[in-house]
């Protein structure tokens, strides 16, 4: 193992650990077809991925491939008006409260992910963000990088969202830019197309 792959594999360790100590739940398999996420939202899925109940920590669904420090597709399913798009973490209780409105634009809903994503002191930056259509209503994709705090390593990240009956609904893919990234984008945008709400 060289260099570079020894300080990614302790990184990656690094991480894991942290992420272990937040409480994140067993590995499962998630099968190929059509798979319903927190009983609101339905997507359909061509080749297995492996799923985190607890996500990173804060209960958000999470899927990988290569494993939870290296690629992470995520799932904000049904967020109320006045919710919280995921808990204060413990040491923060002084940190603004992530609450979710359903008169957000796109560009407040942004915000609102990025404040969600540097909390804990990495750095975003929102590259582009545009109209699509998602869960079968007017929505919005952005692009965006993150350095993370942890171990230094930049992501490239795209999201999926809309606002639909009120509801947030919000599906984020992430990875190191070299070589994940791009491997695994095909299939994250596949299934973000495939999303629909049920009820």
Do not use: H
């Not at 990656?12 to 609101?40: F, H, M, P, S, Y």
């Not at 958000?60 to 420090?69: A, C």
């Not at 992501?155 to 990875?175: E, P, R, S, T």
């Amino acid at each position: 193992m060289n260099k570079p792959q020894q300080g990614l594999a302790r990184r990656a360790w690094l991480l894991c650990t942290a992420l272990a100590l937040a409480g994140c739940a067993a590995v499962q398999k998630v099968e190929v077809g059509d798979v319903t996420i927190k009983e609101r939202l339905a997507v359909t899925i061509d080749s297995p991925w492996n799923q985190f109940g607890s996500g990173m920590g804060d209960n958000t669904p999470t899927w990988t491939k290569e494993g939870i420090t290296i690629d992470a597709l995520q799932f904000y399913v049904g967020i109320r008006d006045g919710a919280l798009l995921a808990p204060q973490l413990s040491g923060q209780k002084d940190a603004a409260p992530l609450v979710f409105k359903s008169s957000m634009q796109p560009e407040q809903v942004a915000a609102l992910f990025q404040s969600l994503m540097t909390r804990d002191g990495s750095a975003f930056t929102l590259e582009k963000i545009a109209p699509a259509e998602f869960v079968g209503t007017k929505g919005f994709r952005f692009e965006y990088t993150l350095t993370r705090k942890i171990d230094d390593v930049r992501l490239q990240g795209v999201g999926w969202g809309a606002i639909k009956n009120g509801d947030l609904f919000l599906v984020n893919y992430a990875a190191p830019r070299l070589r994940f990234f791009g491997a695994y984008l095909p299939q994250a945008e596949a299934i973000a197309r495939s999303a629909r709400v049920k009820g």
